[in-house]
């Protein structure tokens, strides 16, 4: 499930239990705002805003301390009643009071969160920004997960995913050390959408799994429901259909039970395309046809359930249907292009203060103007196509032709240039040119690297028993199965006959020894010809020090590799311990 699609209107996310119940209350008044506070988090926010009431005439002998915790529940309720402007006024308030940095931090992040839902980027990106500089000197685990949190999402929208990665991962381990059931959930939830963003299929599922585990101790119906979803939604990327449409099914009933109306909508969204998916499209189609009828569907949502849509009505054979969707679908891409872009030009104006950085922001702005000019010309040629003649139409038919075959043709001679034929991944040479640029932007950021280098154990022996086109249906399978492993931003290559290189950026040796442990796990025998070929891995790592060059962390990789063959195949040598135990 896309980021811009779990985390679109979070902020309403945190209703839970029952409104209906009793709530006793201490004398002091900074015991009894403790349990609003609670409160505020785990039952509907008009529960915490009539104890507020109530409390209010006793706020007139508080200290600036206790009116802040008091008027940062109000601002929260103001929000989730989507009361924003009044919200921002009050956190706008609260953050010209001499507080303390923790009650800024989350003033900060929530003032962040609202004018993101407002679409003011720049606003939210710079207010992300301060409250990001506030960390360090932050001490509630709570309030910095939250703020990291936040900031994994809005980087996400923005196509930083390499940021929103690391900050979701930040955010968990926050999570972990407060001890919190509902923010440990919440920060799972987090990093579940931003893996699902950067393609990272199987890792979303493994977190999903967790996600389940760990709502199901918080004290929040919502946001065990979201659990659901997510895990249907991750089932559903990585090819489990059948899995994904009970999950799914379940979400629906658990956020309409909930009464969390817009995670029932992205819910049955879901469900819809995972019963298309299924071969069930009239079933499908019923369930998408249906969010249709709800006010208030999100852009992102809007587009899954034209383009799902569409793709049915054509496989039904009713074209008028399906081209009515892919004309509304392509209007709501356009808003989601021009959204995706607001949010780029926000973080670039927030983010980079030098020349390059507003040169490349000028950039941007000037993609949007020629997208626009593009639109405009496409109108008026829309306009006076009637007055062309047939010849003149037919040629124009032609050379289309012409052009996209050329391009095609263009398109195909150079993927042959960079990709190996047979596993489709990278070639040798172009291996080295991508592996190289990425070490040296690690380098640059001061991040680790590491390499691992894989070679296929006794693959002569497969060519001599079952022959070269059985070896080539291994390379091609083990190919498969290391471009889905490994998405960029991490490089892929068959770097020479049965031999493999995989370059990890960002990655230290012990997380390329656990990502070599994935394949072992993925790794089965190719079926080809009616034999069964089982087939094993040697694996080398190296880890990139200081300058290290990548020629010298192939060799050391290679040296790591061969060191695997000769003590038996089947294992992976680090040459960081090769080196320590004297090699």
Not at 55 to 65: S, V
Not at 383 to 405: D, E, H, K, N
Request: charged share 30%.
């Amino acid at each position: 499930m896309p980021v811009g699609r779990i985390a679109a209107r979070f902020l309403g996310a945190a209703l839970a239990t029952l409104a209906g119940v009793a709530v006793a209350q201490p004398a002091d008044l900074d015991a009894r705002l403790d349990v609003i506070e609670r409160v505020n988090e785990t039952r509907p926010w008009p529960v915490s805003q009539a104890m507020l009431d109530e409390l209010e005439p006793e706020l007139d002998g508080a200290t600036l301390a206790q009116r802040t915790r008091a008027d940062l529940i109000r601002s929260r309720n103001l929000a989730l009643d989507e009361r924003w402007q009044e919200a921002l006024e009050l956190l706008d308030e609260i953050l010209k009071r001499p507080i303390g940095i923790d009650i800024r931090l989350k003033a900060l992040e929530r003032a962040a969160n609202i004018h993101q839902v407002l679409e003011n980027h720049s606003r939210a990106f710079a207010l992300l920004s301060n409250a990001i500089e506030l960390l360090p000197e932050a001490t509630r685990a709570e309030d910095k997960a939250g703020t990291l949190g936040f900031a994994a999402r809005l980087h996400a929208s923005a196509g930083q995913v390499a940021m929103a990665m690391d900050y979701a991962a930040r955010a968990r381990e926050l999570a972990r050390e407060s001890g919190s059931p509902r923010l440990d959930c919440w920060t799972l939830h987090v990093l579940a959408g931003v893996q699902l963003e950067a393609g990272r299929k199987a890792l979303a599922l493994e977190t999903a799994r967790e996600l389940l585990e760990t709502c199901q101790a918080a004290e929040a119906p919502v946001l065990r429901a979201v659990g659901s979803a997510v895990m249907g939604n991750a089932l559903l990327e990585n090819g489990e259909v059948g899995s994904a449409i009970g999950w799914l099914e379940r979400a629906v009933d658990q956020t309409r039970a909930a009464g969390y109306a817009v995670g029932v909508d992205d819910a049955r969204v879901d469900l819809g395309r995972a019963l298309v998916r299924a071969g069930r499209g009239e079933e499908g189609a019923e369930v998408l046809t249906s969010v249709l009828e709800h006010a208030g569907v999100g852009d992102a949502d809007l587009y899954v359930v034209h383009t799902t849509l569409a793709d049915v009505r054509e496989e039904q054979g009713r074209h008028a249907d399906a081209l009515e969707h892919l004309e509304a679908a392509e209007v709501v891409q356009q808003r989601l292009f021009d959204q995706r872009l607001a949010r780029q030009i926000a973080y670039h104006q927030v983010e980079f203060e030098s020349e390059v950085r507003d040169q490349e922001l000028e950039l941007l702005r000037q993609q949007n103007r020629v997208f626009a000019l593009e639109r405009e010309a496409e109108q008026r040629r829309q306009r006076t196509r009637w007055i062309g003649a047939a010849m003149i139409a037919l040629v124009a038919i032609l050379l289309g032709v012409l052009l996209l075959r050329m391009q095609h043709e263009r398109r195909r001679y150079r993927r042959l240039a960079k990709r190996d034929g047979l596993t489709g991944l990278y070639n040798h040479s172009r291996f080295h040119i991508v592996a190289a640029e990425a070490l040296a932007r690690a380098r640059e950021r001061g991040k680790v690297s590491a390499l691992i280098a894989a070679d296929v154990d006794l693959f002569k022996q497969v060519n001599d028993r079952y022959g070269h086109q059985a070896g080539d249906a291994v390379l091609a399978a083990l190919g498969t199965m290391l471009a889905e492993l490994f998405p960029p931003p991490d490089v892929v290559g068959r770097v020479g006959g049965e031999e493999f290189a995989i370059f990890l950026p960002g990655s230290n040796r012990l997380q390329a020894r656990q990502r070599v442990e994935q394949i072992r796990r993925r790794l089965q025998p190719v079926s080809f010809g009616g034999e069964s070929i089982a087939i094993t891995l040697s694996f080398g790592i190296a880890e990139a020090r200081g300058r290290t060059r990548l020629e010298a962390l192939r060799s050391r990789a290679d040296d790591a590799l061969y060191r695997a063959k000769r003590a038996g195949r089947n294992q992976t040598v680090d040459a960081d311990e090769m080196w320590n135990d004297g090699a």
